[in-house]
């Protein structure tokens, strides 16, 4: 992996995710633009320092997947309107949480992903402190390496000036033939 110790758990290639579908063949790669992994190689090696590591729920995405998605919950505060693309689309946007090194246990984020409540967005403030430090540290952490955070979404990071990068809806196992 390009990314030490970053641990994958991309959830749109099982069933536990919004959909309850599985929407992707591969569950153990994911693909990124360059600007990306060297971002997130940055941030786990600032994380390692207190112990700390990223989780990956989500990053490529084909256009198709998110056609389906957008078939399932018409809302763009939430799933990204497919005539536009999104940055998943385009290898520039990632899904992830932050995980303790030693046991490899999450933070306490107040939800899960892909809740789709009020709770789950960064501006809710009607958490327990811990929970709120744990959102803080991976926002900030993440804005530190030039992501733009999701403001409905605290999981949910891109990379700036994603329309500069076309959309893409390319299957993982002819990604994975092209490396």
Known sequence: TMIPNIVYDLRYATENNFTHQKLYKSGKQTFLRLPVVRALQEIQND???????????DAYRPHTVTQKMW?????EKYVADPSKGSGHNRGLAVDLT???????????????????????????????????????????????????????????????????????DIDFRKLATTQ
Do not use: C, Q
């Open 98 to 168: 932050i995980i303790n090194l030693k046991d490899g246990s999450a933070l306490n984020m107040g939800t899960g992903f892909d809740n789709f409540t009020d709770t789950a967005h960064h501006n809710f403030k009607n958490l327990p402190p811990e929970i709120l430090k744990s959102r803080t540290l991976l926002k900030e952490t993440m804005e530190k390496h030039g992501f733009k955070a999701l403001e409905t979404e605290w999981w949910h990071y891109s990379w700036p000036n994603n329309r500069n990068y076309e959309v893409l």
């Open 71 to 75: 078939d399932l919950i018409h809302d």
């Open 47 to 57: 994380l390692a320092k207190r112990n700390y590591g990223l989780k990956l729920f």
